[in-house]
């Protein structure tokens, strides 16, 4: 998707674009201002405009209600100023349903309300490789499982990420110093070019504003470098509807330049810059300093913690949907946050879900060039990737309303089980009982019951009976001998006793 | 082992025992009062006696010093009282150690210095079922890798365990009702022959006072029957130098009728009454619920949890040996707690011992006649209990100091590793990496590193080198950009990048 320039059609979602003439003497980064007010009826937004280089300025919008839209511009430079147009905001094409929003408080939905799971990945550094590998991870993701992306926008500098980014995000003198006041805009327009590509393949693009692993000097701005690089940044991107704000990655590892008082302020001018509001949110690094998440301007709660029997725990803290971006990812390198098993992944997956929050993939295999999913891209080399797919054909099959999980016995703090409307889902992990009667639904009613090889990915269907091995009724005891205060269902499902199994529960159709 | 009565000759740590006739009308465990002095030189200890029936009453003392001990008899039945004698305490026999004490902190040695790792299993209620079942447990225990049995004294009604007991502990009339004020010494002869069978079989027998798991009224009594059984119980059985003392199984479930209070009290009866402070402790059923192990009359932490990388929390709040008892049971049976693979329950061994405490097993495989060894003993069905013995080799093969968890570093948090004097031992678990550096030994010194299948029980020697793949050098940054302040290792070792794996490292000897 790209933006479509002084066009006088649009759809609803999509990128209407003013491009006008204006002045390229001085630093127009700094010395012009620039906005439009659109308006629908008697409803006004207000995008800020921004500087393209080569005396080009543009104003993006995305409008949101079908009509005719009307736009005037404001500018502290005569010939930008008072610049007025309209145009017709049409339906939606196929495959168009707006930015995700949250919905139904722990879970997510596109703003025509289809709702929206979760299924992530990250590849922290791939808008830097250069076209051939970028483009290879797009052809990569057109057959993967994830609908959102981690993705930096700046360059990184980290183990098994030590090469030159091909784009800079300001101008730099021969020697590599920076002018942190005057943009790049091919920088930003490349980057742009990904998010749209993106966008078109249906994957959301979770953007990572600030993170630590820099040898540029992009962590030593100031505030106010800090500042005008959000506004740009906010400015240019905010029109795309897949973008989701995501503060920072390992926000506190900065803290000691960039103290909490600033990083409440990012994201005041994130809400300010936006007209949209899209979902807004920012990583932790140490596991106890998650970022207090119940703030307002904090839209969904992103969470690095490889202990995912939390979710609810992070639910409850919260109120707002959780997504473990980082439970650790598929691979062998050395670092612990970077070499569990597949098996294992697929299993913190499954725990998140059922649970009613979302966990994110990655993959850091060991590669002879450094070529490692989880920042560069490329392929995907793991076993994972696939059984996600699986999880998130199930997650799609069920009902709107989303997850929650079951509450109030011990079982399910040790195995998880998920609600959502009349369906259940039961995951059994590393349990792997012969049996099973508890939190299926024993009033009338007639259910499908499923059992779900969550690694085989299987799905064959159960007979619910008397239980294979009834288990012994209870004798009379005094009311103070209760040693289990749950009976024994006396109906359930026969299971093969192995580990990584799921039971789906649905009403017949 | 059996007590030898009236004997001039006894080896340390051996049981003597003293027969005294005596009257049988009236209630001899009420009326008659009955204990001895005995002595080494100038030391003296003074174990009660007890009724045994039909007229006898028996003192028994366990002598913990070679030498000439002598002894006199205190009674409020002129007939036992002032009653004098001696015998000869000799050195053990091979293969008796003595009683396991607290060594090192977090850890046990028996009486003579000989390190003690536990190794427990769990069948609560073998003694209960007759003699072909419990004979049958004791030879699956000769080929298991136990050294440590929880097991209950009372008999125990719960799901899979209907069954009526052989004996029961108290006189009970034509309706099945207790007096108990009446103990049934055959019960307690068949219990200490059980008891005995084990220390020949240098097993401890972890011996479970009381428990929630009742239809008989055991639990009901009120607290002047705790107190008298639990006087009786330990006077008859502290002389087994095998006795631990485990004051409950899921004491929490009983703390309607037996208060908090009472459980203290509980512990100082057996402080008085038990003249070699045998191991005291006690067991949670909810995890919220542990009990106070703080208290000096604990001597090491019993406790029930499946989250087993909290052992370091543990330890901290402690400073007490931790046995997780009940970390889950190999099975398929529904609950959670007896369903976990056998994969699982010895990954769950490993973090368990290498971040240095100790972890319980259990099978309850279901079985068409309810013959599950985590009650009832019988023959093992699982394939856990294979690896822990591998384990076992593995950790007795180590110095007697101990393990202590690596601390320092989030490495530690999610992978195990274990310092013990100038070995170390790391465990993975479901990290795969394909190589390692963190917390191999830097210094000079020359090493041998192992890489151990922990599924596979295989052992395999490594070259350490540099790193198979070496990980970009960092460049210079500022101060304030330090993403990961832990620079990579230069050096290292190769792994196989599968899960389950452990390293060892030893000084070359």
């Known amino acids: 998707m790209k933006p479509k320039t002084n066009t006088n059609v649009i759809e609803r979602w999509g990128i209407f ?59 502290n430079v005569p010939e ?63 057959k993967a499982p994830f609908n959102k992306i981690r993705m930096c926008v700046l360059p990184k500098d980290y183990i098994y990420n030590e090469n030159e980014p091909v784009y800079y995000p300001f101008e730099r003198d021969e020697k590599g110093q920076s002018d942190f006041t005057r943009f790049n805009p091919e920088f930003f327009r490349h980057f742009e070019q990904r998010v749209g590509q993106l966008c078109e ?13 820099d040898r ?21 991107l905010a029109a795309y509807r897949n973008v989701w704000w995501s503060m920072a990655n390992e926000y506190d590892f900065l803290l000691d330049v960039k103290p909490m008082s ?6 005041h001018i994130v809400e300010e810059k936006d007209p949209y509001q899209h979902l807004r949110s920012i990583h932790n690094g140490n596991p106890a300093m998650n970022y207090d998440h119940t703030k307002p301007w904090i839209s969904h709660v992103c969470i690095q913690h490889w202990d995912v029997k939390r979710v609810k725990e992070w639910r409850a803290a919260y109120r707002k949907p959780v997504i473990n971006d980082e439970c650790a990812y598929e691979g062998n390198i050395q670092r612990p946050w970077g070499n569990i098993s597949a098996q294992e992944l697929v299993h913190r997956f499954w725990i998140m879900v059922v649970r009613g929050g979302y966990a994110g993939h990655g993959e850091t295999y060991m590669h002879p060039d450094d070529i490692l999913w989880w920042s560069k891209g490329g392929v995907l080399a793991g076993e994972s990737w696939k059984r996600i797919a699986f999880l998130r054909e199930i997650i799609e099959d069920m009902p709107a309303r989303g997850l ?4 109030g016995s011990f079982y399910w703090d040790v195995v998880s089980g998920g609600i959502n409307g009349d369906d259940r889902l039961i995951y059994f992990g590393e349990h792997q009982p012969a049996q099973w009667a508890v939190g299926l639904p024993m009033e009338d ?10 690694w085989n990915m299987t799905i064959t269907p159960l007979e619910k009976g008397p239980l294979p091995v009834s288990p012994p009724t209870r004798k009379k005891k005094t009311d103070k001998q209760v040693a289990n205060p749950k009976p024994e269902a006396a109906f359930g499902v026969a299971l093969p006793g192995k580990p990584y199994m799921a039971l789906r529960v649905r009403p017949k159709k």
């Open 17 to 75: 674009e003013l491009s006008l003439a204006g002045p390229s003497n001085g630093n127009p980064f700094l010395d012009v201002t620039l906005s439009a007010q659109f308006s629908y009826q008697n409803r006004v937004l207000e995008p800020d405009g921004f500087y393209d280089g080569d005396g080009v300025y543009r104003i993006r919008f995305m409008p949101d209600t079908p009509g005719e839209w009307r736009y005037t511009t404001k500018s």
């Open 80 to 142: 930008l100023d008072g610049q007025q147009g309209q145009f017709t905001c049409v339906a939606a094409t196929t495959g168009n349903h707006g930015p995700v929003r949250v919905n139904n408080t722990f879970h997510f939905a596109y703003d025509d309300g289809t709702p929206f799971y979760s299924f992530g990945t990250t590849c922290y550094a791939w808008v830097h490789q250069g076209d051939a590998l970028e483009e290879q991870t797009l052809e990569t993701l057109k």
């Open 201 to 213: 393949m249906g994957i959301e693009a979770d953007i990572i504003i600030f993170h630590p692993y």
């Open 216 to 236: 540029w000097g992009y962590c030593d701005m100031d505030a106010e470098g800090d500042y005008r690089y959000l506004r740009y940044l906010v400015t240019r």
């Open 262 to 267: 600033q990083w409440d302020h990012y994201f």
């Open 404 to 407: 929650s999980s079951m509450e």
């Open 445 to 454: 009613g007639d259910y499908d019951i499923d059992l779900i090889d969550t």
